[in-house]
């Protein structure tokens, strides 16, 4: 599963989960909603796509033909259609996130980056502890604390704020 930022208010104008099954049902030539409000749509080299809004962010999940499939794919209908594939699914990316193909990969790097720092701090943090004689019980237990919750976002797939992290930190 693939999880692309949104840009402030897109999911609102949108219409929620229901405006987004309207969008794939426009960009996709037909959708479905199921009762959690998760639509799922195919188009051509696209088997499956199934997708909403969760937590702020469009969480999808698409299947492609690969391998001799693929291959069946292209000679039967050719790579005319597998381009129209691929430009409907960035038209329905950039519709659905408000952001644009770069504008996206920044997001995801900037991503990246916050989750890297997290688990450095992490790994700092515990090293800190392991060496030093001058942290209380006290101390340790509220960093440890810290660590824990970081732990947790990061496990649960989602992006440690800076500020926990510099808390963090700020601490050691």
């Not at 219409?15 to 409000?37: I, M, Q, T, W, Y």
């Not at 450095?120 to 001058?134: D, F, N, Q, Y």
């Amino acid at each position: 599963m693939e999880r692309f930022a949104v840009k402030r208010g897109v999911e609102k104008s949108i219409g929620g989960n229901s405006g987004l099954c309207k969008l794939a049902a426009e960009v996709f030539d037909g959708a479905n909603a199921d009762a959690e409000g998760k639509f799922s749509s195919s188009f051509g080299m696209m088997t499956s796509i199934v997708g909403s809004y969760e937590d702020g962010k469009l969480a999808v999940e698409v299947q492609q033909l690969k391998g001799s499939d693929l291959a069946e794919f292209l000679d039967t209908a050719g790579p005319e259609v597998a381009m129209e594939s691929r430009k409907r699914w960035s038209s329905f990316l950039d519709q659905a996130t408000g952001y644009s193909a770069k504008q996206r990969g920044d997001k995801a790097k900037e991503d990246t980056k916050r989750v890297s720092k997290a688990k450095s701090t992490i790994r700092l943090a515990h090293k800190t502890l392991e060496m030093t004689t001058k942290i209380d019980s006290a101390g340790k237990e509220k960093i440890l604390e810290m660590i824990a919750e970081l732990e947790q976002l990061l496990e649960r797939g989602e992006i440690p704020s800076e500020g926990k992290v510099k808390k963090l930190n700020d601490m050691l």
